[in-house]
């Protein structure tokens, strides 16, 4: 389901490999291609979406917060025919020796005997969940996908599925809810996302806080997304890093996250029990100037684990103001150099300080890589996405990216773990129909 990697031409074996981002052409061509080659006729159409990497903001949405995520230039691909009758079939070129039928009367949630195994989840998952929501009814579908987000790379390869099936399905069943990349109907994507969400939570029973899908419908190319979790709200915010002589390097640590084990779950709980004893339905309702108060409330609430919700509830309310102090930063509409580039990089590392120490959903492979980034020159590094493994980011200078991914390279050789893989993240377009 992924594309090949690809090494730079000065490769040598230690060097850094990038993992390209498919061209539109190069997508269509894959999917449309696996489509033929599987159910022997042509496609209504190619629809894509994009992963995601969150500049800061973590562990936010599902309290209520601010999230500020771009996306990528890596996508999913959906080669998509409507069928009458209601029935999908499902191929990616790991599965396309034997393709999954599937009935879309018969599927239902993660638990129930309707379970839909593996990646098939997302995709039929996505049609159960718009009728769910009262959209449709829908026909069935065959689909052909062809991806390039890397799988648990903590990069919302879930959510790139969910959300190039959404728009296919928008499309092909003339749903009219998403509009164009050109012209995108911002409030019909945000239905889609609920619909996207429920999908991830309910068929694939991943109890996500909705960011990733919101990043791959309601991003724009060359802007990060302000998004206000509680209400919805968004905001572009313009983010061209390469007009600044700056780059966004993605390290990939290939240490396998899962968002489906229990560890982001009880991350969420541990939330849900500290805003209950606090009194406030998230705990995106206190803010910094009272947190020591909310703190000391926390640490005589007697509850076994008041140590855990104190440093839990610490991270949530500084990484909101963290993410709403970067966003008045890049508002400036000056160049980010200098001061203004320091701050940025400083907020940043608190970022992954912060999820290190109070939050603790990072591990050995990504502070290893936020290290080695920093040392070899980053302004700033973090961890980016649910943690656990997953994919670290660091703000360096556009002609220090080799630099810096060879100074990671190296320190992962020293720890003895495997080698990293890199992306080049520029802030690029939100999911819609390719031809
Ligand atoms: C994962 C989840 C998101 C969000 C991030 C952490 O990516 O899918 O909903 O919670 O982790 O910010």
Not at 78 to 104: F, G, M, N
Not at 283 to 297: H, M, N, R, T, Y
Not at 344 to 360: P, Q
């Amino acid at each position: 389901m992924t594309c090949p990697e690809s090494t730079p031409e000065t490769a040598t074996n230690d060097a850094p490999v990038f993992s390209p981002a498919l061209t539109p052409e190069e997508g269509i061509a894959a999917a449309t291609d696996l489509f033929h080659e599987t159910f022997g006729e042509v496609p209504d159409g190619v629809w894509y979406a994009p992963g995601r990497v969150n500049i800061i903001g973590e562990h936010t949405d599902y309290n209520g917060g601010l999230a500020l995520p771009i996306a990528l230039p890596h996508r999913a691909h959906l080669a998509l025919r409507r069928r009458e009758d209601r029935t999908i079939r499902l191929v990616s070129p790991q599965t396309k020796d034997s393709v999954d039928v599937l009935d879309l009367d018969q599927i239902g949630p993660k638990g129930t005997p309707g379970e839909v195994p593996h990646w098939n989840a997302y995709v039929a998952g996505v049609a159960w969940a718009l009728e769910q929501d009262g959209i449709g009814p829908l026909q069935g579908f065959d689909a052909a996908l062809y991806s390039c987000v890397p799988l648990g790379g903590g990069l919302s390869s879930s959510a790139a599925l969910e959300c190039a099936t959404a728009v296919a399905l928008d499309d092909v069943c003339e749903l009219g809810m998403a509009g164009t990349v050109e012209q995108p109907d911002d409030a019909g994507r945000a239905r889609i996302v609920t619909s996207c969400i429920r999908a991830e939570n309910e068929m694939a029973g991943a109890p996500t806080g909705g960011m990733d899908q919101s990043a791959s419908m309601r991003c724009s190319a060359g802007h990060a997304l302000k998004l206000d979790c509680r209400t919805g709200e968004v905001e572009q915010v313009p983010f061209d890093l390469a007009a600044d002589g700056l780059a966004l390097l993605v390290i990939d640590t290939k240490a396998k996250h899962s968002l489906v084990d229990g560890q982001y779950s009880s991350r969420r709980a541990a939330c849900e029990k500290a805003a209950g004893l606090l009194g406030v339905g998230l705990l995106a309702d206190l803010d910094v100037a009272g947190l020591e108060e909310s703190l000391a409330k926390l640490a005589d609430s007697g509850a076994a684990d008041a140590e855990v919700l104190v440093r839990r509830t610490r991270h949530v309310v500084t990484e909101i103001q963290r993410t709403r102090d970067l966003v008045v930063l890049l508002g400036d509409g000056l160049p980010l150099a200098g001061e203004k580039l320091a701050q940025v990089g400083a907020l940043m590392d608190a970022s992954h300080e912060s999820l290190r120490v109070d939050y603790e959903v990072t591990c050995p492979e990504l502070d290893v890589a936020v290290e080695a980034a920093r040392a070899a020159g980053a302004h700033g590094a973090r961890m980016t996405g649910g943690g656990f493994g997953g994919s670290a980011i660091a703000l360096v200078d556009a002609e220090a990216v080799n630099t810096v991914a060879r100074a990671v390279v190296k320190a992962y050789a020293e720890h003895g773990f495997v080698a990293p893989a890199f992306l080049d993240a520029r802030p690029s377009a939100p999911a819609g129909r390719l031809a």
